[in-house]
């Protein structure tokens, strides 16, 4: 893998990149509070299939441009980042491949930007053609698991504790970067499907952490990270900050509006992968609706289950490239034989 800097009049996005640069490009989008690297497992072996593998730094995270107002993360602002990407990189298509907050941007890229796709894969979070936002994403919630009298937001309680305590949140983040990263970055557990999600707690009791206003130090989840891992993430996160990854929560109405002006009614014709994550509990797209909108707007949908939490590709990376390469060979190709 080697590191890449582009720098436009807008915006700085710094990627890795490997592959032959002439081979069909893969865009791989990562999401909060992660890094490019969050795809270590997935771009070698997608540049030894035959792709040239693309990971950015998404805007306000690791060497890409930092910003100090909220509104400069609404996802408008990253697609448009990643389409002066791809521009740069001498093609007209990609696929785009997106996790967390990399997922929304991949489905605008689709539903804004369809002649810039030859398809989108996306991992947890699934397409909410109206936008992903709380507005949205209520209709959804499962009420058994979720009371409204209880949990008014299910579980995407954490979502508005952004909104009304965002100094709060993000000061609980930053006092050990290390230590959030190891409580953060944890695979999945079987035994927490059908109990509220820890995300819908976070309201309820003042933050992430709790009264504690802080990470625990908790041992690092070897099946998820490694030591250089866990080293690169605080280094980053110890250099920028959480204002940028956090203000991504803080665009809701910016990100429904934007969502409004999709080609095509937000309808998606192009192959899509959906990779559901069996034990992420907060992105719950196999017990509940979640993935219900999807499931109507996209014409031609490939949905895989993988048996693994939140952080998917790198708890799981064996089953989630082996996903992407049968869908590849199935409904691109083409492509890939180009």
Not at 148 to 156: S, V
Not at 257 to 276: E, T
């Amino acid at each position: 893998m080697t590191e890449h800097v582009l720098k436009t009049m807008r915006h700085t996005t710094a990627y890795l990149a490997c592959g032959a640069v002439d081979a069909p490009i893969i865009n791989f989008l990562h999401g909060w509070p992660e890094l490019s690297i969050s795809w270590r497992h997935q771009l070698p072996i997608f540049a030894e299939l035959g792709f040239r593998c693309v990971a950015p730094d998404m805007r306000g995270y690791g060497r890409s441009s930092i910003y100090r107002q909220h509104a400069d993360y609404a996802v408008e602002n990253s697609v448009r980042d990643m389409v002066e990407l791809l521009d740069s990189l001498g093609r007209e298509k990609a696929v785009w491949v997106g996790h967390d907050w990399g997922s929304p941007v991949v489905w605008d890229i689709a539903s804004h930007h369809p002649d810039r796709c030859h398809g989108v894969a996306n991992l947890c979070v699934p397409y909410l053609p109206k936008g992903f936002a709380p507005e949205n994403l209520l209709p959804l919630v499962d009420r058994t698991l979720y009371p409204e009298n209880e949990f008014p937001a299910g579980q995407w309680e954490y979502k508005l504790f952004y909104q009304e305590n965002f100094s709060t949140a993000c000061a609980a983040l930053e006092a050990n970067p290390r230590d959030t990263v190891k409580a953060l970055f944890r695979k999945g557990d079987p035994a927490a499907r059908g109990k509220p999600a820890r995300t819908a707690l976070i309201r309820k009791h003042g933050g992430w952490f709790g009264g504690a206003g802080r990470a625990p130090d908790v041992p690092m989840d070897c099946d998820v990270l490694t030591e250089a891992d866990l080293a690169a993430y605080t280094a980053a996160l110890e250099r920028n900050g959480f204002l940028g990854p956090a203000s991504w929560y803080m665009n809701h109405d910016r990100n429904i509006a934007y969502s409004a002006k999709a080609i095509n009614g937000g309808r998606l014709d192009m192959p899509v992968l959906f990779l559901h994550a069996a034990n992420d509990v907060t992105c719950d797209t196999t017990g509940s609706r979640l993935a219900e909108p999807m499931r109507e707007y996209c014409a031609d949908l490939t949905e895989v289950v993988v048996q693994s939490g939140h952080w998917m590709a790198q708890e799981r990376p064996v089953a989630v490239n082996a996903a992407l390469a049968k869908w590849f060979g199935m409904k691109l190709a083409n492509v890939w034989a180009s």
